[in-house]
């Protein structure tokens, strides 16, 4: 007498031999399957906890080692400052840096300025001026564009409060024996990484049409990455002596 197909179908959930869902090649599979997700989980999190190291690294420790090394160049240069004759108006000095920058908008302390916009230079935690592709002028020429560069994120983040900075708010900057005040008066949120005009000497993009002294400042953006450039541009507004005690201008107070 033939089975019945409730007969000889097997109850759910019964041994089905190695072939079946149910049997030892089965519970092979599910256990390899499991250790499968479970070393995969592991891996996930270990790469989590590799990714929040690097991102502490990369935002937190380097800034605590550039501000260090920032800290003992600084030190180096005003001690060299200290040590030299007194020199004649406007002069600059340019061991080791050429002076310091102050923005009270961006709450920075004072930043150390040193030649060139090289990653091995901004890394150390300062800013630093153009020498290409459009070179810089100085703070004490007669006419031109004073143009300079600093980390937006990581390594010191000297510009990181960039967009803090309004049209009319001071931008001083301290050599050994002179305060260059500036003002702010023209502010580009965001233009390519390969745009040169924006260090020109008559800067157009600006809004400037003749040569006048400039302070221009270049950064990353957005917050961190490195696709676009913020810029600030300033205008000399006037130049004051250093005295003995280096009382800073009343912008600075």
């Not at 150390?124 to 020429?141: F, W």
Request: some cysteine; proline content about 7%.
């Amino acid at each position: 007498m033939s089975a019945t197909r409730d007969e000889a179908a097997p109850p759910q959930g019964a041994d089905t031999g190695p072939s079946g869902r149910g049997g030892p090649g089965g519970r092979a599979r599910r256990g390899r399957a499991a250790g499968f997700a479970a070393l995969l989980g592991e891996l996930l999190i270990t790469a989590g906890l590799v990714l929040a190291l690097f991102v502490v690294y990369s935002l937190w420790w380097t800034n605590v080692v550039a501000d260090h090394e920032a800290g003992r160049q600084g030190d180096r240069v005003r001690d060299h400052w200290a040590r030299q004759p007194q020199r004649g108006p406007g002069a600059l000095d340019t061991k080791s840096g050429i002076g310091f920058l102050h923005v009270p908008a961006m709450r920075n302390g004072e930043v150390l300025v040193k030649k060139g916009t090289a990653t091995g230079i901004l890394n150390d935690g300062v800013a630093g001026y153009y020498t290409d592709p459009v070179k810089s002028a100085l703070p004490q020429d007669d006419m031109g564009n004073f143009t300079l560069a600093a980390h937006r994120d990581g390594h010191g983040a000297k510009f990181h409060n960039i967009d803090k900075l309004r049209k009319g708010d001071p931008i001083v900057f301290e050599s050994r024996d002179r305060w260059y005040v500036y003002r702010v008066f023209a502010i580009l949120p965001q233009t390519s990484k390969y745009d040169v005009e924006v260090l020109d000497q008559v800067p157009a993009k600006a809004g400037v049409k003749k040569p006048g002294r400039y302070i221009t400042l270049t950064t990353c953006t957005p917050v961190y990455t490195s696709d676009y450039r913020y810029i600030v541009w300033g205008k000399l507004e006037r130049v004051d002596p250093v005295d003995a005690k280096r009382t800073p201008p009343a912008e600075l107070r």
